[in-house]
């Protein structure tokens, strides 16, 4: 077993008490591979923003769990040469298990999701208590949800979304014992968070979504305050990534995400964690699709994933200091 303090790594709970206290939303980054994980660092060590390193269950089955643990240990080096010592936390995103959070822990994680929010109520309450009561053994800190987010994005796939019910979170935050706890307002997994009948257009024929349920999470802030809070789903899907995919022979059709703004909202709330996956997926599918289409002889994977790497730390600077209000929190 590997401690994730031997690793340099923290935990989220220090790290979210300052956010709720100070409105601003860590961000929480997925990655894959090196390129994703050189620009989230460079990114956030340039706007000097504490980070939560995230890792799905579908990405930890692509990259190893061995390298995934020595790529951490080496973000938090890279940091340090790069001149900033930024709090790094390493996630598990929606771990559906006991088992599988356990692996995670024993192989460095300073943190675990663990979403029973599919399950009933009861279900739901005993398996995140079951992991709660194995992390907190290690210092480990657990997030769980209640409610359901629609999309679909790597092993997590729903048809239909069902809004947290405020009734039920003081119950299960006190009998489960868990550090945060995912909501749903209204945000979804995937580019495709809303179909075009959900939206309305605006005098350009954008699609603007449905804004997000408010007055839920001020419901849940009243019943269990300063708890921190956590949304899944929150990729904004910028059009002019989309429109740069498309240009060079993608097809994402009826693309729309969360306006910032109300993400900006959202952070200056109880909400201290922010998950971005889709957006950096685009940013970086967008300048791979460029480069192989404008120069068609070039074969060096360097040319085409240092400019992808590059986007992706650009829209993740942007992220950090217009969206989330982290930057110079680390």
Known sequence: MVNYKELGLVNSRDMFAKAVKG????????FNNMEQMQAIIQACVETKSPVILQISSGARKYANQTILRYMAQ?????????????????????GDTFELCKSCIEYG???VMIDGSHLPYEENVALTKQVVEYAHQYDVTVEGELGVLAGVE??????????????????????????????SIGTSHGAN???????????????????????????????????????HGSSSVPQDKVATINQYGGAI???????EDQLRKAAKSAVCKVNIDSDGRLAMTAA??????????????????????????????HKVKNVLGSDNKA
């Open 23 to 30: 409105g601003y939303a860590i961000p929480a980054f997925n």
């Open 74 to 94: 080496g973000a938090v080096e890279y940091a340090k040469e790069l001149g900033c010592n930024i709090p790094i936390v390493l996630h598990l995103d929606h």
């Open 109 to 111: 994680f300073s943190s």
């Open 154 to 183: 790597d092993d997590v796939a729903a048809e239909k979304s069902h809004y947290t019910q405020p009734s039920e979170v003081e119950d299960f935050v006190k009998k489960t014992g868990v550090d945060s706890l995912a909501i």
């Open 193 to 231: 968070k809303f179909k075009p009948e959900q939206c309305t257009r605006d005098e350009k024929g954008v699609l603007i979504p449905p804004p997000l349920r408010f007055d839920i999470l001020e419901e849940i802030e009243k019943r269990i305050p300063r708890f921190p809070i956590v949304l």
């Open 253 to 259: 059709k009826d693309a729309v995400g969360i306006p």
């Open 288 to 317: 791979v699709r460029e480069v192989l289409a404008t120069k068609p002889a070039e074969f060096d994977p360097r040319k085409y994933l240092g400019p992808a790497r590059d986007s992706l730390k650009n829209l993740y600077m």
